[in-house]
């Protein structure tokens, strides 16, 4: 499932992505940004303060209008779907506040989905357990708490997390480095606490297919 925002939203990239077999669903004015890469959402989430043309959209694809302020447009597309692999564009630039509020609530369903944050540059997948991927030799590995959270060890990384305890506001992972190119990160079992694992953006087909391969694959099928 693509979950897009109103922030920065690379076009061709979400084609690809929908191209691959991705749902579109826009977070209230993310929509906008569905319609302007010439592609159209299957459902549309949100209090639609920010949607150009609410009424535009009857019959023409599923709306869901929550009223509900206590959480973010992008907050209310997550408890409102399910999907074995969220990637979420639009949610971060922009607006810092929204990038903040977008980490907020990565943080929440980071153990319940499995969430990709897309920015200009990166991306950033959140984590509760332990995870291998393999990227270039030398290659820029961040990881950044969202909670604090202890890692028991860490393999193929410049910088080893054995027996590392990373937290908001005190230590973070930020500029490791891959020594071979495969890693694995394993954090203290039992306890799920959030972190994200940031990567440049060109890893993000690779992540999702690793991420698809750890559970059944399904037939595309409704959001909802």
Do not use: C
Not at 25 to 39: M, P, R, T, Y
Not at 114 to 123: A, F, R, S, T, Y
Not at 160 to 184: C, I, M, W, Y
């Amino acid at each position: 499932m693509i979950i897009v925002g109103g922030g920065t939203v690379d076009a061709e990239l979400l084609t690809d992505l929908y191209a691959s077999g991705g749902h579109l669903v826009g977070a209230d004015g993310g929509a906008d940004q569905i319609v302007a890469a010439g592609l159209k959402p299957e459902l549309i989430v949100g209090d639609f303060d920010s949607l150009k043309d609410p009424h535009s959209w009857l019959g023409k694809t599923r709306l869901m209008q929550i009223s509900e302020q206590e959480t973010t447009d992008f907050e209310k597309a997550l408890y409102s779907t399910r999907a074995p692999v969220t990637v979420a564009m639009g949610m971060t630039g922009r607006r810092f506040d929204h990038t903040l509020a977008a980490l907020d609530a990565v943080t929440r369903y980071a153990a319940r989905r499995k969430i990709i944050l897309v920015d200009e540059e990166d991306v950033a997948l959140a984590l509760t357990d332990a995870f291998s991927f393999t990227v270039a030799p030398g290659e820029r590995v961040s990881i950044h708490p969202l909670a604090p959270v202890t890692f028991w060890r860490s393999e193929g990384l410049k910088y080893p997390l054995d027996a590392v305890k990373l937290a908001p506001g005190v230590r973070t992972g930020t500029s490791n480095e891959a020594l071979e190119g495969p890693f694995t990160i394993v954090p203290e079992e039992g306890v799920h606490a959030p972190y994200l694992l940031i990567l440049p953006r060109r890893h993000l087909m690779g992540l999702v297919a690793k991420l698809l391969t750890q559970k059944p694959t399904r037939q595309r099928k409704a959001p909802v």
